[in-house]
């Protein structure tokens, strides 16, 4: 008998839209330059990549060398942020620093901050209702 798997649910409580409308992926083991901390998200800093382009990354995945002035990644990271409203169910996947990597019943992912989140529960995978495609937009 196959033992079913159980996923953390969360309910959206407030509105969240996207700041990055084009973010950038960094790989495991990519230098960047280190920019500013977060004054309103403790434990993110600005990071630019080899590209000039810069995005906000969890300080828990970096290595810092030169007096903290660049750094390397401990692995491969997505500065996607997901798009969500008031009453929408979640799938959670893992939090850093106050943001949760998530799915929405549409199979989008990205991050939310905890924050905007409430109703955590566990339920078993497979007992998550997604939507069909043309319910998704």
């Known amino acids: 008998m ?8 969360a309910m959206v409580v407030k509105i969240w839209r996207a700041t990055d409308v084009e973010p950038i992926g960094l790989q495991a083991n990519d230098i960047v330059r280190i920019g500013r901390r977060s004054e309103e998200w403790p434990g993110w800093v600005w990071c630019t990549g080899s590209t000039g382009k810069g995005c906000w990354v969890p300080e828990s995945l970096l290595v810092l060398h030169d007096e903290g002035l ?28 106050g ?9 989008e992912t990205g991050w939310i901050p905890a924050s905007h989140l409430g109703d955590f529960s566990m339920a078993e995978e497979g007992s998550y ?3 069909q495609s043309g319910d998704c937009l």
């Open 129 to 131: 209702r997604t939507r």
């Open 70 to 97: 660049t750094g390397w990644l401990v692995r491969e990271y997505s500065p996607m942020e997901l798009n969500a409203s008031p009453g929408e169910q979640l799938i959670l996947y893992e939090e850093l620093s």
């Open 2 to 9: 196959e033992e079913s798997k159980s996923i953390l649910t």
């Open 99 to 107: 943001w949760w990597w998530a799915s929405n019943a549409c199979g």
